[in-house]
Nanobody
Framework: QVQLVESGGGLVQAGGSLRLSCTAS????????MGWFRQAPGKEREFVVG????????GYADSVKGRFTISRDIPKKTMYLQMNSLKPEDTAVYYC??????????????????WGQGTQVTVSS
């Protein structure tokens, strides 16, 4: 069983930055691909960025490419999402997710077995 806990959300002005963290329990953090998803009010949850098991490969949604950066620190069992140049349309609840046994990330949320509780990010204009 894996438990994921996000932190780092908050309120920021447009153009500002936030860094989200996702810390995992368990001893096999390096054995699964991970991703960040987000859900804005009234919208479906959407893929933001994924990272493969080793951290060598990443993929971003077009809407965040060039502004967001994903990384993972395997010894610390933590994944990060650095968000720069934030826009009001980035406002959403952000979720981290883990795909047990997967080498590569997926854009589909159905590929992920474990989810965090979510952290709110609000960007004011």
């Amino acid at each position: 069983q894996v438990q994921l806990v996000e932190s780092g959300g908050g309120l920021v002005q447009a153009g500002g930055s936030l860094r989200l963290s996702c810390t995992a329990s368990g001893r096999t953090f390096g054995s699964y691909a991970m991703g960040w998803f987000r859900q804005a009010p009234g919208k479906e949850r959407e893929f933001v960025v994924g990272i493969n098991r080793s951290g060598a490969y990443t993929g971003y949604a077009d809407s965040v490419k060039g502004r967001f950066t994903i990384s993972r620190d395997i010894p610390k069992k933590t994944m990060y999402l650095q968000m720069n140049s934030l826009k009001p349309e980035d406002t959403a609840v952000y979720y981290c997710a883990a795909s047990a046994g997967a080498i590569y990330y997926s854009h589909s949320e159905t590929s992920y077995n474990y989810w965090g509780q979510g952290t709110q990010v609000t960007v004011s204009s």
